[in-house]
């Protein structure tokens, strides 16, 4: 069954960074757009990041400049680093993909099209 896993959340301090891994099971994960996306408690989940099949890139304003997504097609993953962290990013951040190109995924995504295949999600706590 093909599925995302994520991992490498954490507790980090303001300032500090990590490094977060989505990796595919059951298919390849090389040519599919894929996306990163973070959800507070309460509220909806948003857009972090995402790289598409032809390893174009996109971020929400609120990441660009502190975030670089990247994927190792070799490992089967999909890597968000995540610098200069501040309070606000603290959520469960989770992965998702979909076709080709990150326009696609967002829509499936806001189409709660994709809500039966979340996975665990990873906490990222961004604390003193």
């Known amino acids: 069954q093909a599925q995302l896993a994520e991992s490498g959340g954490g507790l980090v301090q303001p300032g500090g960074s990590l490094r977060l891994s989505c990796t595919a099971s059951g298919f390849s994960l090389g040519y599919y757009a894929v996306g990163w996306f973070r959800q507070v408690s309460g509220k909806e989940r948003d857009r972090v990041s995402c790289i598409s099949g032809s390893d174009s890139t996109y971020y929400a304003d609120s990441v660009k400049g502190r975030f670089t997504i990247s994927r190792d097609n070799a490992k089967n993953t999909v890597y968000l680093q995540m610098d200069s962290l501040r309070p606000e990013d603290t959520a469960v951040y989770y992965c998702?993909?979909?076709?080709?190109?990150?326009?696609?995924?967002?829509?499936?995504?806001?189409?709660?099209?994709?809500?039966?295949?979340w996975g665990q999600g990873t906490q990222v706590t961004v604390s003193s």
């Open positions: 998702a993909f979909e076709g080709t190109s990150c326009s696609g995924l967002f829509a499936v995504v806001d189409r709660h099209e994709y809500d039966d295949y």
